[in-house]
């Protein structure tokens, strides 16, 4: 096995000699039934906090083994009504993404005030809240994004939540770092009288990698199959989609491994049925139908800045009422819009789009 992964890892391979010296193995505290008792339960959280933590490392089909598994779905405000759940509109419904991280055996299911308020009292008592404060929000004219906080510890708190929540994408353009969003968020009035003499201990955070079709690594070799986050598989356009990709990537991988187990062959000849697998699947497909998203959308400024406030301005004047006919208004404003644009740049900008969306 280990051959294997040097190959995979080519030139890199040298990583795998890499001896840390800093930090002895046997100081490390791993993972392990008695996780929250050996790691959490010595330190000064209040009793609250470590019935909390208990309850989450004791919940689901992880349960106790030191190791979690939280269901994170962003819905709501922040990714606008059709953003994500278009094709499967149960799940505009919160029960449903409460439900399935409930019956998938998660230990926590993270989301927004409004998802997780609307179901708390049927719900907050089976698995455990985690409410996530901040989204972008995208109710102002023109649609602009930042992060907003909507949610307070409080309502978490009193929602019956384990935890909170927050992103951190909005930092980078404002040139903030986590330590300045931290210190912000704890002298919240809001948030001041509750962790007042308290201590940071520990930070964590999960990587979203974004590279799309041109970024996929190789998928398979001899012993061994890439799937999910790991092989790149990540729609971060439009539909900021992960978990689907995933499931169905490690789906594929999984009817290959069938299929080499029978023929107890696990070269990369055999386990290239994986590839073609994942050739012809949605994941693949829509990675390579939205390839161009991120490169146009950074080239594209005006879609973001100048467009939405032209369109919405011609809009508004055409849809009010004042007397004056429509085709005296349609005339006019065709002529707004070609001496405040131009009519080349706004034709390429839409061939620009047409390859963002189709
Ligand atoms: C904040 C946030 C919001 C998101 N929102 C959405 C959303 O609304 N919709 C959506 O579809 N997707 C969303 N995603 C993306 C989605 O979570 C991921 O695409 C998906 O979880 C990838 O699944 P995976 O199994 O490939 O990887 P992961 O879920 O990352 O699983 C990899 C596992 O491997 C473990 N691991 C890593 N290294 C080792 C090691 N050396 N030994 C043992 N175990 C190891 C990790 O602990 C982890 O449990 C979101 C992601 C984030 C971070």
């Given amino acids: ?15 795998l000699d890499y001896k840390a010296t800093g930090v002895a193995a046997s100081m490390l505290h791993l993972p392990g039934p008695d996780f929250v008792d050996r790691v959490f339960v010595p330190s000064d959280r209040p009793s609250a906090v470590l019935r909390n933590l208990s309850w989450m490392f004791g919940t689901g089909r992880l349960a106790n083994t030191g190791y979690l598994s939280i269901l994170p779905v962003d819905q709501g405000i922040e990714h606008s009504g059709a953003a994500s759940f278009s094709p499967n509109p149960e799940y505009f419904d919160p029960v449903n993404i409460v439900k399935l ?46 992060e907003t906080v909507f949610a307070s510890v409080k309502q978490a708190f009193e929602m019956g939540a384990v935890g909170v929540g927050a992103t951190i994408k909005s930092m980078l353009e404002h040139k903030l770092n986590p330590n300045d969003v931290l210190e912000a968020f704890k002298n919240h009035p809001t948030v001041a009288p509750l962790v007042r003499d308290g201590e940071q201990k520990e930070y964590s955070a999960h990587l979203i990698p974004d590279g799309g079709y041109k970024k996929l690594s190789k998928m398979s070799g001899d012993h061994v ?15 900021h989609e992960g978990t689907n990709l995933a499931m169905e990537t490690g789906k594929l991988a999984g009817e290959t491994a069938v299929e080499a187990f029978k023929k107890k062959d696990y070269s990369a000849v055999s386990l290239s049925l994986f590839d073609t697998k994942i050739k ?40 009010t009422v004042d007397g004056e006919p429509k085709w005296n208004k349609e005339k006019r404003l065709i002529g707004k819009l070609l001496t405040s644009e131009n009519p080349f740049s706004l034709l390429k900008t839409m061939m620009d789009m047409r390859r963002v969306i189709i």
């Fill in 1 to 15: 096995m280990i051959d294997t992964i040097r190959k995979q890892l080519g030139e890199r391979a040298s990583l």
């Fill in 101 to 146: 991280a409930h019956e998938g055996g998660c230990n926590a299911v993270a989301s927004t005030l409004g998802v997780l308020g609307a179901v708390a009292r049927e719900y907050a008592h089976r698995i455990p809240f985690i409410v996530k404060l901040n989204h972008n929000e995208l109710l102002t004219y023109p649609a602009t994004y930042d």
């Fill in 280 to 319: 012809n699947s949605f994941p693949m497909k829509d990675l390579k139908q939205f390839k161009n998203t991120g490169e146009t959308l950074e080239h594209s400024p005006k879609m973001f800045e100048k467009y939405p406030v032209l369109f919405g301005d011609l809009v508004s004047e055409l849809f």
């Fill in 225 to 239: 199959m890439v799937v999910g986050d790991a092989a790149g598989f990540v729609n971060a356009t439009l539909f």
